[in-house]
């Protein structure tokens, strides 16, 4: 066989293309792209460099946390606590450096432990103790929220040195082009390069494998509860790190940071990840936060009221989730008849870059499976 009969030939590339471009996450690109044209025709200064990464900048924040939502969501599980961590990291942060610089070290080492003990509780709890994470980290939202209204009374408290806020609001400057590259950016960029890399190693492969069927998981010799746990560890650090970001630019309130969980849900959400775990791209899940955002702004250019924004993002969420569930299960169907007339098994195409491949991970896992969850 000769390798012409082997190269797709132009027209295959094009459908394979538009197969991609209408999956659901290959369509957050699409949308992606169609929202920041939009806003380019209603307002030009948008396409400006120095306009376009103060964007960015705006987006970090709920980047990260879409990052670290999407850990969780991959895994089977949920984290309504992001919001409330990330408000009470901020007024950590406001009350407790101040306008004392030799503080910023030891309360970021305390802020970081602090996350990771809220996480480490939530994986804990949903693991060991079979609790639904949606309970688990519900019940945590409330906690963390009601302990910061009752250390703040509700109002706007303390204020940190400007060199901590400008972790948040600062950048290198005199950049061509640019004039000014956030440290936020930065930041975003730092994160997404780490969780590519987790997404690569067997962890990664290891918490699709989990999100797609615990059993299975668990015979190839996953340890589930660990995994799972260090997803919710992953998604507490995103929170505090967004919540470093947003004290240099939101503030020191106790409404900083409100909402953002359901935010980055429907970012993920957008990105094609499916709830329920087992399928998602990280890079996807980050096209829907900058999506998401984009969305926001055109509306806003478009002089739509700020009042129904709760209402399109749950109408996002409905939408994303029903176009998913539709196109998962076409492609079932498909698979479904090429399935071996003689054994009546599927037969799964080679390259199946939404289904996780079911090795077993590296050295330090259990061998002897459990009792089904």
Do not use: C
């Amino acid at each position: 066989m000769t390798d012409t009969a082997l190269t797709p030939s132009p027209g295959a590339r094009a459908a394979n293309l538009a197969l991609t471009l209408i999956s659901p996450r290959g369509a957050v690109f699409l949308l992606l792209a169609v929202l920041l044209i939009a806003i380019t025709a209603l307002n030009p200064n948008f396409a400006d460099p120095s306009q376009f990464i103060r964007f960015v900048q705006r987006v970090a924040p709920i980047a990260i946390v879409a990052i670290g939502q999407y850990f969780v969501i991959v895994s089977g599980e949920f984290d309504l606590s992001m919001g409330s961590l990330i408000t009470a990291q901020v007024v950590i942060a406001g009350n407790l450096i101040g306008q004392d610089e030799s503080r910023i070290l030891p309360v970021m080492l305390f802020m970081i432990v602090f996350g990771l003990v809220v996480g480490l509780v939530n994986g804990l709890i949903t693991t060991l103790l079979k609790v639904p994470s949606f309970i688990v980290t519900l019940g945590m939202m409330l906690a963390l929220l009601g302990g910061v209204l009752f250390w703040t009374g509700g109002a706007a408290t303390g204020n940190p040195v400007d060199s901590f806020r400008q972790i948040g609001r600062g950048g290198i400057r005199d950049v061509p082009i640019l004039e000014i590259i956030p440290y936020s950016v930065i930041v975003l960029i730092a994160v997404l390069a780490l969780a590519i890399w987790f997404s690569k190693m067997p962890f990664g492969r290891s918490l699709i494998a989990v999100g797609d069927n615990v059993t299975t998981a668990r015979y190839a010799g996953v340890r589930v509860w660990w995994v799972k746990t260090s997803a919710f560890l992953i998604s507490s650090s995103t929170a505090t790190i967004a919540g470093v970001l947003l004290v240099g630019y939101s503030g020191v309130h106790p409404s900083v940071g409100r909402g953002y969980e359901f935010i980055a849900i429907t970012a993920v959400v957008l990105g094609g990840v499916v709830l329920g775990g087992g399928r998602g791209w990280v890079v996807a899940a980050l096209a829907g936060a900058f999506a998401l955002e984009a969305l926001f702004t055109l509306l806003n250019f478009a002089g739509v009221p700020s009042t129904l924004r709760d209402g399109i993002q749950g109408a996002i969420i409905i939408l994303a989730v029903a176009y998913s569930a539709t196109t998962f299960r076409a492609r079932r169907r498909v698979r479904s008849s090429h399935a071996s007339p003689a054994t009546g098994k599927e037969s799964e195409p080679d390259s199946a870059p939404d289904r996780p491949a079911h090795t077993s991970p590296s050295a330090g896992t259990e061998h002897e499976p459990k009792e089904v969850q």
